[in-house]
């Protein structure tokens, strides 16, 4: 064989790992650089030392091989410190890209979305159509479905690449493991890569055996570096085994000669030798309830440090990634991911999620989201004011309401303010039906225009662009056409695992994974998150490859990934053991409330040291103990400033909120807070209540009816008005629902007839419908609508309101109640004849205050309910007996109490009331806001 680039070359290896199946018949030098100092720092010295002198120390002849790019652009800083005066570079690459520069360059390979595409494409067909194998029968063998399988074909077939197999290979390997399914993969492969010949395209894995079998790279460098790499692919390592037969190889170690029997020839760390091993036990070592709490402290301590240089934030678990932003935001503390932020982060799958939602339904929900996404909303053409946009959104879901209309289309006509918008993406939907590529890439860059620049954005932009390649390279040759709902499937499925480059802001913490920390020289390390599970990492489960069979294959195992991980522990400790510290922060519960463990690192030590370190994970009470699962007690959730924002107006009905609890009060009339849902199948109790209001004002307007005392003709004649409020409101006919609900109302206003026709044979008539009435109370505008007024032939005069609540109401206890000590707000109480009572509800005193002022002639006034409940006979009217002018008069001093203490700003503490046990308000402050809650007063 002839001889190549690398064979040519010498061969540096810093901490690297090959499985014992594929030890070299060299022994490559092994280097121990020591943990006591920065790894980077190390290995620019020791390159430095071996290049050539002269005025400018020339490493251009030297290939440096790192494990992420990260990690070398943390050598490259390394490099120029040492060398400020300046030097000529090495290049400095990952260890799969040998490959990408050993594979011909005339050759297309596939991208994963062309993978994915290509797999799904063979389960669709007749070739993949029995799965009988697979465990499970789906519901339906649909695009989805497929997708998701593909998905697991393409981590089985990564996993396999570990050890240089295929499925036809392992299937080999695999021996008497599951053989009809391992003969049936192997066919499937063959058919699969077929699919990808069809559009010119080969699998990646297929050119690196090509290059394996050729030993054949094209680097033609003097020396060659691998920099800090614990635990590279082990496909790799094989390669360069392959091409550097017969040359001497050195393997830099970052760890001192007194741990060498730690490490096999290539520096992988040797699982007999770690487990064994006792680890330190750090003094910083932190156990806390829940995530947040985990958070807040990782954030004090960030605090704690005046510059931020200093501290570096080692994220072990995930899952506490957004807990920690969060905090440190509070806090004020800009952070940096130099890894990138996670795609599914940044709104765009979403925006996807929605789009394709929209091609298979066309309904209002991800309509109005597209409307609250600004690179969608300026694409439909949505005016950049924010109180316009709110304006529209608020007609969009009032004709969602009203018209219960499924689709966008239904509602917009309904709002004519809306049909410019409904017309754009009804546009968007026929040409995606014609051309879905095309289509989708026109509508991508309209957005990406429209939001500007930006490393992520840019970054974000080429991954969907090369995306959509991927797929138009397929054409013709697709076994079946792809429509524009099923490729924005496949490019969320692009972004799942995507990181964006983000922006560093100044002065910002820098948040590391675990496998970045070696790389890492700040003095101040916060290992946030060390649990069980995550360190030391867990192999991914896959059903297709369990342990047992990749133990067999020789893959990667749970042991190889204990070590090291427990290598790279002991080397954070030591490396900052004389100049610096390390905090080591883990907690109790999920943000679920599932249990968590500490690291199993953290007990790794001698049989009598181990109760000491047991007692230390015991102890370690910080916090607390948990009543709630973290998920809603992580963090309080601040809001303010607690001051009333607006005009001096209120309704009657809003007074009502600040009784029951001036907190609610202040979300709901001064925040406007409300759930947003999406479109309804039905009439709500709101409109269902609006819908027989209506009804009865249109016949208590009708002079000819307000004499009438029977029963019969009133309920024809509400027959009557009942269906042509119907037609106005559903032209398009009645949705089933409504259809029901319709029947149930038809049976209240039955009800209403019979009680009516009592009403004007006792000589009540009806005066007025509907009536406006304002009251200037404290400086304050206190608005309301009285439902009717009644006049009998005495001259008495009765106020009504009517309640369609399932059971017939009476006015007196929904408006006020005995009252012990300081129950509820201070401006509720008053007393009344010698005892303490407290208000629910001013409505009915407030409408006969206002009422006898505006009619000064009628003094004989009275209140009641006109109850229409479920059941018709229970119908009637609910006189409130103990009614008098006093109650009134109270009644506005309370309203004046209320606005004084609106004004004052006091909506704090959080009263006890039931509008904290419904919807959506349990959900959001779990029945407890005083617990929840961070207030900003007023005052502040």
Known sequence: MGCTGLEACGLVFLGWRISNEYLDPMRPERIFLGWDRPLAAQAAEWLFERCERGL??????????????????ILRG????????????????????VYERSRGVSEKWAGPTARLWAWTQLLLSEQGADCSLFAGEPAER??????????????????????????????????????????????????YRAILAGAGLRDPMEGRLEALDKASTDFEGDSVALVGCPDPHPLALRLLRTALPDRDCSVLIHAPEAVSGGFDAWGEPDPAFWQSRCLPFLPATRIYAEEGEVARRTADLVAANQFREAVTIGVCDSRLLPYLRLSLEERGIPAFDPGGAPAHGSGWPSLLADLRELLREKSIGPFRRLLCHPAAAAWLGLPEDGSRRRVLLERLDRAASWTLAKDFESAARREPALAPFAEKAKRFLSEAREQPLATIRVLFEELFRRQ???????????????????????????????????????????LARQSLPEERPEEAVEIRGWLELLWDDAPHLVLAGFQEGSVPESVAHD????????????????????????YLFEALVEQRRGRGRVDLLACRFSREGEPLFPSRLLFRCSPLELPGRVRRMLEARDSPLRRQPAAKDSFRLQIGPLRWEGEKRLSITALRDYLACPFFFFLRRVRRWEAVEGPPEELDAREFGALLHDV????????????????????????????????QRFPEGLPPAVALQARALEGRLSGFARAQADEVRRGWTTISVEEGISSSIGGWEIEGRIDRVDRDAEGRVRILDFKSAERAPNPRPAHLRAATGSDGPAPALFDWRGK??????????????????????FSNLEVAYFALPKHRAEA?????????????????????????????????????APEWEREPWQSWFDGRPGEIVSPLLASS
């Open 142 to 191: 649909n695009f989805a479905w497929a997708l998701g399988l593909s998905r697991s074909l393409c981590e089985a077939q990564d996993l396999l690449s570990e050890g240089g197999l295929t499925f036809s290979t392992a299937r080999e390997a695999a021996g008497h493991f599951e053989p009809e399914l391992w003969l049936r993969l192997a066919q499937w492969e063959e058919r």
């Open 836 to 857: 303490r009572f407290r208000w629910r509800d001013l409505q009915l005193p407030l409408y006969a205050a206002a009422w006898r002022r505006k009619n000064p002639a």
């Open 876 to 912: 009637g009217i609910q006189a409130w007996k103990e009614w008098s002018q006093e109650l009134e008069t109270e009644a506005e001093s309370c309203a004046a109490r209320i606005v004084q203490a609106i004004e004052e700003g006091l909506f704090w503490p959080p009263a006890d």
């Open 696 to 727: 009865l004002s249109d016949f208590g307007r009708e002079e000819a009816m307000k004499r009438c005392d029977r029963s019969e003709k009133i309920e024809e004649r509400l027959h009557t008005l009942f269906s042509r409020r119907l037609r």
């Open 78 to 97: 390394a490099l120029r410190s040492g060398r400020p005066e300046g030097f000529l570079a090495p290049r400095v690459v990952t260890p799969m890209e």
């Open 452 to 494: 500007g620049g930006g490393d992520g954005l840019r970054a974000l932009s080429d991954e969907l662009a090369s995306a959509l390649e991927e797929m138009e390279a397929f054409g013709a040759s697709s076994t079946r056409p792809l429509d524009a709902a099923e490729a924005l499937d496949l490019l969320a499925n692009r």
């Open 56 to 73: 400018c120390p020339d490493l251009s002849r030297w290939l440096v091989i790192v494990p992420t790019r990260e990690s070398g652009r």
């Open 543 to 566: 059903f297709l490859l369990p342990a047992t069979l990749r133990e067999r294959l020789g893959l990667r195992t749970n042991a190889q990934r204990e070590a090291r991980d427990s």
